[in-house]
């Protein structure tokens, strides 16, 4: 799987946009771009997935560049529950094929009342 | 559905002993993989099962640990002997076979070891 690249850390206020970016200049064409985010002291947990198109769902939604070699996560508007680690993860999904999540460092994000 | 649920959520232990970690994914689901976390080395991915068969264990650090799934509904990690770097929290999650709709892994909530 390609490698991802993310800030450590990002802080952002209550209730106002936060965008995270990822880094992804070695993805392949069959690479899906997959966020997951892991609260304190829980499992992570799936948060928005994409291949060429921006995508949107309850949770966030999904931008991705026109070259695909860059994504963001934007989190309309940050509540305290969404201070986490946010991970960027390139997974294969082409015919079917069950690729491995491959965790890198994720970004920090802290969330300020 | 209760999620994935493993057991138990927390485990102290000697070095030297036997510790088993339980899984149980969620119902349907035909892939569940195990994963260990620590500070230095983050989220790494032990091993998987595939309709419960271990497709791949490659992430296994050494012969001290085994996984096992005996059924559908049920699977565990060994490890024997413990040793002091063992510590960790151990995750376990599930998914189902990609087809329509997304297979995203759902995450148990973790069994954090300790190994004194």
């Known amino acids: 799987d390609a490698k991802t690249t993310q800030p450590n850390s990002m802080e952002s206020n209550e209730e106002e946009p936060v965008h995270l970016p990822c880094n992804h200049s070695?993805?392949?064409?069959?690479?899906?771009i997959h966020w997951y985010r892991q609260l304190p002291s829980q499992g992570p947990e799936y948060v928005i997935h994409?291949?060429?198109s921006n995508v949107n769902n309850r949770m966030a939604s999904l931008a991705i560049a026109e070259d695909r070699k860059s994504s963001t996560l934007i989190l309309h508007r940050a509540t305290l529950r969404d201070a986490a680690v946010y991970y960027c993860i390139l997974r294969d999904n082409y015919g079917g094929s069950q690729g491995n999540l491959i965790f890198g460092k994720g970004t920090k994000l802290s969330v300020k009342p | 559905d209760a999620g994935v649920i493993q057991s138990p959520r927390h485990e102290v232990t000697e070095m030297g002993q036997e510790v088993t970690l339980r899984c149980k994914p969620i119902s349907g689901h035909d892939y569940l993989f195990w994963y260990r976390q620590t500070m230095m080395r983050g989220l790494e991915l032990l091993i998987y099962?595939?309709?419960?068969?271990?497709?791949?264990d490659s992430g296994m650090p050494e012969d001290r640990f085994s996984a096992k799934m005996p059924n559908a509904s049920f699977s565990t990690l060994k490890i024997q002997p413990s040793e002091p770097r063992d510590s960790a929290v151990y995750f376990c999650?599930?998914?189902?076979?990609?087809?329509?709709?997304?297979?995203?892994?759902?995450f148990g909530p973790g069994t954090r070891l300790t190994v004194l």
């Open positions: 994409g291949l060429t």
């Open positions: 099962f595939n309709n419960n068969v271990p497709i791949d």
């Open positions: 999650a599930s998914s189902s076979t990609p087809g329509q709709y997304y297979n995203e892994q759902f």
């Open positions: 070695t993805i392949s064409g069959t690479d899906y």
